[in-house]
């Protein structure tokens, strides 16, 4: 009976929502759910899922994998060192909510990115992989409007405040990091719309069903679905029309400049270049670098030169041709499956 007592459904509801203050703006409550008529959100509901289901549908038709990668299998510290970093983050604010009676709070999608983050961190590499990953590129405007636009007025414990800037400047880390390590962690090309749309799709449907019920049922402001933020700068009965025009500009937008600026630091800015491309393992040997090169059509130097390699772990003296022994370590050519036992 004790334990029944304790783990009972009404105290469960508790936990997840006990605790949002609707006194504070934007936080929830009646005043907030019933800030738009029940025929304007069903109506805004309806077209926003036909128009998602559009997007996700052409999407998912145009959508294409590297046909192979080239990648080592060896661990490396600093992706073990950062997905220590980025769980103990997570974990303390799983803490907050808990400490605050506020979990349901950790539906909203910068909290569900960074566990997709903490899962790229630890999975072995798989096609599974390489499809999350690119997915959850298109969900950094999270990360990024919460900088932008903070809202802090009711996280009121010590510092949870810090730990909300700290959770979202880590959402945007992650995925350079990813991206410096190459092999499956890699994205299409900057032209092609197929993966950023579809993307777009899947975070549409996730806000107006998911979402948006849940915040119902409860009178919980669930990323602002209920009612506008007190920052929002379209603060209005129509911020939901204008949140779905600018962030279905806001994600592709997002997305594509911060693969163009990581590309720009990682394989052409002297001081922080470590490879050539975004596909090439960071850990090859110069030799496994020059010849990924010239499958994925890159222009290769001579083959009587050898340059030394730009990654401080892979940083050796060369001979004068090229040789496959140079290689620190075999690289794997995947064809898309995971087949390999780790």
């Known amino acids: 009976m004790a334990w029944g007592g304790r783990y009972s459904l009404e105290n469960m509801l508790d936990w997840c929502a006990g605790g949002v203050d609707p006194s ?76 605050t009676k506020q979990l349901i709070y950790l539906l909203n999608p910068c909290h569900v990115t960074t566990a997709i983050q903490i899962y790229l961190l630890g999975a ?5 992989v390489t499809t999350v990953f690119r997915v959850h590129l298109n969900f950094l405007n999270g990360a990024v409007l919460a900088l932008i636009f903070p809202v802090t007025n009711s996280r009121l414990l010590p510092f949870e405040v810090e730990l909300y800037w700290i959770q979202h400047i880590m959402m945007l880390v992650t995925p350079y990091y990813l991206l410096r390590l190459g092999g499956v962690y890699t994205v299409e090309s900057v032209r092609d719309m197929s993966w950023t749309v579809m993307s777009l799709g899947i975070l ?48 592709p937008l997002i997305s594509k400049t911060f693969c163009i600026i990581a590309n720009f630091f990682i394989t052409k800015f002297p001081p922080t270049k470590v490879k050539d491309s975004l596909e090439t393992d960071v850990t090859m040997s110069w030799y496994d670098q020059y010849i990924a090169a010239g499958q994925n059509g890159t222009p290769r130097a001579p083959l009587s030169y050898a340059p030394p390699s730009i990654h401080r772990r892979t940083r050796m003296s060369t001979p004068p041709f090229p040789t496959p022994s140079s290689s620190t370590s075999p690289p794997v050519q995947w064809n898309g499956h995971h087949n390999h036992q780790d």
């Open 204 to 251: 549409l449907l996730y806000h107006f069903l998911p979402l948006q019920m849940i915040g119902v049922a409860a009178e919980v402001n669930l990323n602002n679905m209920l009612c506008p933020a007190i920052s929002d700068p379209f603060y209005g009965p129509n911020y939901r029309v204008a949140a779905f025009l600018h962030q279905s500009l806001c994600v």
């Open 124 to 128: 072995p590499p798989s096609r599974v």
């Open 24 to 99: 504070i703006p934007g936080n929830g409550g009646p005043s907030c759910a019933g800030f738009l008529s029940v025929h304007r959100r069903l109506c805004e509901t309806l077209l926003g899922c036909a128009i998602s289901m559009l997007y996700f549908y052409w999407g998912y038709s145009y959508i294409t994998y590297p046909s192979s990668y080239k990648f080592v299998r060896k661990d490396r510290g600093g992706k073990r060192a950062l997905l220590v970093l980025v769980s103990l983050v997570f974990g303390v604010e799983i803490g907050f909510k808990f400490a």
